[in-house]
């Protein structure tokens, strides 16, 4: 005689769970970038950084939204915490000295403070000499 075994039911995945994944993973794989880059030496600016910290906060939230739990509510404020920080610091340091215009011939140099290559502090005092002075400026690549 044959036994009847009922068809098992399919368990349905949790609403939001593709989400959560999804977001907790590009934020954790855009500070694993970050850290790559770093250690490779390549300093150029990490823009992707807070783009992917903003998508994984986005796609937590919508987790969070779709389901809430306090292990969602946690990893949005964690990863939204973690992509304003990112924002915050490059937009800071992206911003320009206010203009003041340029420098007229015959005219003293306006003040200004910077650090020369070797470390020191470079002035505009630094250039006050008995001979003429020609400063040019070279933007380059480290």
């Known amino acids: ?10 368990s349905k995945p949790l609403p939001g769970r593709l989400a959560a994944t999804l977001g907790a993973s ?9 850290v790559v880059q770093f250690s490779a030496h390549m300093w150029t600016v ?6 992917l910290g903003s998508i994984a906060a986005a796609l937590l939230l919508l987790a969070l939204v779709m389901r809430p739990s306090w292990k969602r509510a946690f990893l949005v404020l964690m990863f939204g ?3 304003a920080g990112e924002w915050a610091f490059l937009l800071s340091f992206t911003l ?3 203009y003041t215009g340029p420098v007229a011939v015959g ?4 003040s200004f403070r910077s650090m020369a290559a070797n470390g020191q502090p470079f002035t505009n005092e ?15 690549r480290w």
């Open 107 to 110: 005219q003293p140099m306006p």
């Open 126 to 140: 630094s250039l006050r000499a008995d001979r003429a002075t020609v400063m040019t400026f070279f933007r380059g």
């Open 26 to 34: 590009l934020g954790i794989l855009a500070i694993a970038a970050y």
């Open 46 to 51: 990490p823009w992707y950084l807070p783009i």
């Open 81 to 83: 915490t973690i992509a």
């Open 96 to 98: 320009l000295p206010p």
């Open 1 to 10: 005689m044959e036994t009847f075994t009922p068809p098992r039911a399919r």
